[in-house]
């Protein structure tokens, strides 16, 4: 490609965070997100008490937000780290990342809640040991201390995501830049692909497996003598 074809190609790159179309895309990508947490409610049988509800998917909502953000500022420090930012598309490492990031972020996500639970048995940190469960009456502070849970989790697994993807950036570089080939003459409809089209798909498979491990199982209640809402968090 002739030098003159690369500054063209550098000048319609796909951004993430450089102006007003890049932002109202990001937030109609929250909205799509939220509607699938109403949508998997109003599907589920049978249903969680409201409130309970509104805590476990607020932790995804959250968490995945959270995820987000993370996403964006990796896949934009990763390419001002690349050894050839000027031939790095920002969306196609957005685009690796997130795929990443519902595959096996999804099970680092579950690993890491799991060793979590055990951290949590072995310390007797009662309210990190059910997730899903508030006490009886639900408390909003055994919530908190979940959403911190779930927070360290979610930014846990990016970081380690993000050490495998700048381990492999050249080779990923090249895969995402080839991938991406045909759509480097329109960004936009790139940016739309990369963070609407496939995040919208993903997010409901990620939504529905995570909503899984994160609400509470049947068999565990104060009954089974698994938690106390009397026992102070240590």
């Not at 795929?99 to 940190?125: E, I, K, P, Q």
């Amino acid at each position: 490609m002739s030098s003159n074809a690369t500054a063209i190609h550098t000048a319609n790159n796909c951004t993430l965070l450089s102006g007003t179309f890049e932002t109202l895309v990001q937030i109609a990508l929250g909205i799509v997100g939220l509607s699938v947490l109403i949508l998997k409610r109003n599907l589920e049988k049978p249903q969680r008490p409201f409130q309970v509800w509104a805590y476990d998917a607020s932790k995804q909502a959250i968490g995945a937000g959270v995820a987000h953000a993370a996403n964006l500022f990796i896949a934009i420090m990763l390419v001002k780290m690349a050894k050839n930012a000027d031939a790095t598309d920002e969306c196609a490492f957005y685009f690796i990342n997130f795929t990443l990031d519902t595959s096996l972020g999804v099970a680092l996500n579950w690993a890491l809640l799991r060793l979590s639970m055990l951290a949590a048995n072995y310390f007797n940190w009662t309210w990190l040991q059910v997730p899903g469960y508030y006490g009886n009456p639900i408390r909003t502070v055994v919530w908190l201390a979940q959403l911190l849970q779930w927070i360290v989790i979610v930014l846990t697994a990016k970081l380690i995501i993000a050490r495998f993807i700048y381990a492999a950036e050249t080779t990923l570089n090249e895969f995402g830049n080839w991938l991406f080939e045909p759509l480097s003459d329109y960004p936009k409809v790139e940016l739309l692909f990369v963070m609407v089209a496939c995040p919208c798909l993903m997010n409901m498979l990620q939504f529905w497996i995570t909503d899984n491990f994160l609400k509470k199982p049947a068999a565990k209640t104060v009954e089974d003598g698994v938690v106390d809402e009397k026992t102070p968090l240590v």
